[in-house]
């Protein structure tokens, strides 16, 4: 079942809104990087975006190295092949109040 | 502090005793990619991996989405520039015998 892709306006709200992401993949995705200040810390995190995944059944497309996290957000099943939805904005707005 | 890189016939027996591991960026990495039924499955093994690592203090290089994981393993310190090292060898046989 396709998702709702956002549109332009949209997709300027949730940058306004979550101005710590940056859009990337032609704009079908959002990213943003963290720095901890090691291992430990960038672990931690993770594993509290892994809960809030599972709980609203959408998942992060990451990339961890040592304190470096890198998560993208895009939605598999948005519009044709993939963009951002509501659920990314929503995922986005959990993650930014851990951090 | 510089830690010793393996050498061509060290990386070759490090390929032939882990054979579902890959070489890349020009022999300075090895690669495996964990397919799981489901993300919770491959956070499962994720936390696995990072207790080793963390007791290891050797970390890999990991990306994932949903239910597949890409480690791949280097060491920073190795060499002039990076390379594989004994740390390499022992992480990826620590995660070989978990999967």
């Known amino acids: 079942m396709a998702v709702p892709e956002l549109d332009a306006q949209e997709t300027e709200?949730?940058?306004a809104d979550h101005p710590d992401w940056s859009l990337?993949?032609?704009?079908k995705a959002i990213t943003r990087t963290f720095q901890f200040g090691d291992f430990s810390e960038a672990w931690g995190f993770?594993?509290?975006v892994a809960l809030l995944a599972?709980?609203?059944d959408h998942h992060p497309e990451w990339f961890n190295v040592y304190a470096k996290v890198e998560v993208t957000l895009t939605t598999h099943d948005a519009g044709e092949s993939g963009g951002l939805s509501a659920?990314?904005?929503?995922?986005?707005?959990?993650?930014d109040a851990l951090a």
């Open 13 to 15: 709200q949730l940058l």
């Open 54 to 56: 599972e709980a609203q």
């Open 46 to 48: 993770m594993s509290r």
């Open 24 to 27: 990337g993949r032609e704009g």
């Open 87 to 95: 659920r990314d904005a929503k995922l986005a707005a959990s993650i």
